[in-house]
C-alpha cells in the first residue's frame, strides 16, 4: 500500500467571510444603502422580505449591524491568527467606495478601513482572498436600471475594480471578481447576485423572474469579471484572479436514463456554464441550446466574446455544502438547498435546515472540476450551519467537528487522486447572518458570536470546540482530524 499525499506544503488554511454578513455599521462613514441592507430577516420557514424604503420600526435587518466587524475587525483577525489561518476570505462592500455605485470619487474613509483590516492581516503573515462582488450591489443601481440587467452596471463595477486593484495592488494579490457567479442560472439569483426587480412584488422567494434579463445580467457579469482581469493584471502582473461557483453536485436519482440525461442537462446548466466560460473563455455549445429552447435572448457581442476569451481565470474556487439528486419522477420527495434543491438522497442525512451531508460528494466534485479545467483549486465555502448550545463560556460544536472533519478527509483523498488543491476556507471564521434565512442562529463559525436572531446580545466572541480542533489541524497542515 502507498502512503497517502498529504496537503502539499503551503497549502492555504483559513476561513470565509462577506462584507454584508458580518461588518454591520450599514450606514457609517459613508456607506451608501446595498441591496442586502433591504432585506428583512427570516427563517427556515419563513421568507426574507425585500423593503425597498427601511422602516426600522417594522422590520428587523440583519446586516444593519450583523456582528459588527467594523469595529471589531481587530479582535476577529487575531482570533483567526490564533487558530493558525494563512489566508482569509473577505469581500469589500462596494457601498462603503462607491455609497450609490455611480459617483465619480470614491469614499476614503471606505477605503482606510480596509487598509486597516489589510494591515492587521498582515500583521499575522496572513493573505487576503478578496471578493470583489459578494451580495452588495449599490441599491441605487437597482432604482436606476435594474442592477445587472443592463450593462451600465458594468461601468460602474470596473470603476469600483480600478480603485480597489490601483490601491490594494502590493497588499492584495487573491481576487474573486463574482461571489457564486453562477447563482444567475436560477431564478433565486436575481436580487442577491444582480440586484434585479421585476415588477413590485416584495418578497424574496416570490420575486418575478425574467430569464432574458437575468442571463443577460449574468452575460455583463462575465465581460466584467474579465475586463477586470485584464485590468488588473495590467496593474499588477502577479495577480490571480478566481471563479467562484455554487457547486451543487447533482446525481441521478436512479439509473433510469431519464434521470441521467436530466442530471447531465442540471448539472451542465448550473455547475458548468459559470466556469467553462471564465476559466475555459468559450460559450459552451449547451447553453445555445437551452437558450434556444427556453427563448431566452439578449445583447451578446463580438467584442464581449473576445474580451471574455481573453480574460479568463487563473484558478477556479468554489462552495461546496451538499449534493442533490435528480429525479424525472416528480413525486420523488424533496430537500432545500442554498440555491437550488432536489430529490432526497436516502443515503445521505441533511442538516436542520435541510441541506444533505455529503463529504464524498467533495472528493468526486473536486475530481471532476480539476479534470475539467486543470487549474488550481481551492474550496473556499463548505461548512455546517448548525444551532449551537452556549454553556459557561463553551460550545461543544462536535457536529461541526464532524462535518468538516469528514469534507477534510475527503480532500486529502482528492490530492491523492491527484487533484491540484491548493486552499480550503470554510464558512464561517466566525458566526454571522445566514443569507438565505437572514438569522443568526444559523451558525457556521469557529468563533461564536453572542447574538440572536431578534438582535439581542453582548456581540461578544467565544472560541467554540471547533476553533481549538481546527487550530490543531493547521498546525499538523491536515495531518491531526482526531
Ligand atoms: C453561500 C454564500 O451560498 O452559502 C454565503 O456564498 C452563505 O454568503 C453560505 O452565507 C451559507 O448559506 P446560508 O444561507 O446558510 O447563509
Known sequence: MTKLKEF????????????????????????GVSISDVMTSGSHKVPRRITLDIDESKYYYPSHESVDFYHRYKEDIALCAEMGFNIFRMSINWTRIFPNGNETEPNEKGLEFYDKVFAELKKYSIEPLVTIYHNENPLQLTHEFNGWADRKCMDYFL?????????????????????????????????????????KTEFFIAQIDDPSKRFAALHHQFVASAKAVLMGKKINSNFQFGTMICHITVYPLTCNPDDIILTQEEDLLRNCFSGDVQVKGIYPYYIKRYFERNGISFKITDEDLEVIKKGVVDFYSFSYYMSNCISSD???AQVSGNVMGGAKNPYLSASEWDWQIDPKGLRYTLNHVFDRYNVPIMVTENGLGARDTFEDGRIHDEYRIDYIRQHIEQMRLAIDDGVNLVGYTPWASIDLVSVSTGEMEKRYGFIYVDKDNEGNGTLDRYRKDSFHWYKKVIESNGNELY
Open 159 to 199: 470603476r469600483f475594480c480600478e480603485v480597489l486593484f490601483t490601491r490594494y495592488k502590493d497588499t492584495v494579490k487573491y481576487w474573486i471578481p463574482f461571489n457564486e457567479i453562477n447563482c444567475l442560472t436560477t431564478k433565486l439569483g436575481n436580487w442577491n447576485h444582480a440586484g434585479i426587480l421585476n415588477g
Open 330 to 332: 416528480k413525486e420523488s
Open 8 to 31: 502539499p506544503a503551503g497549502f492555504f488554511w483559513g476561513g470565509a467571510t462577506a462584507a454584508n454578513q458580518c461588518e454591520g455599521a450599514w450606514n457609517i462613514d459613508g456607506k
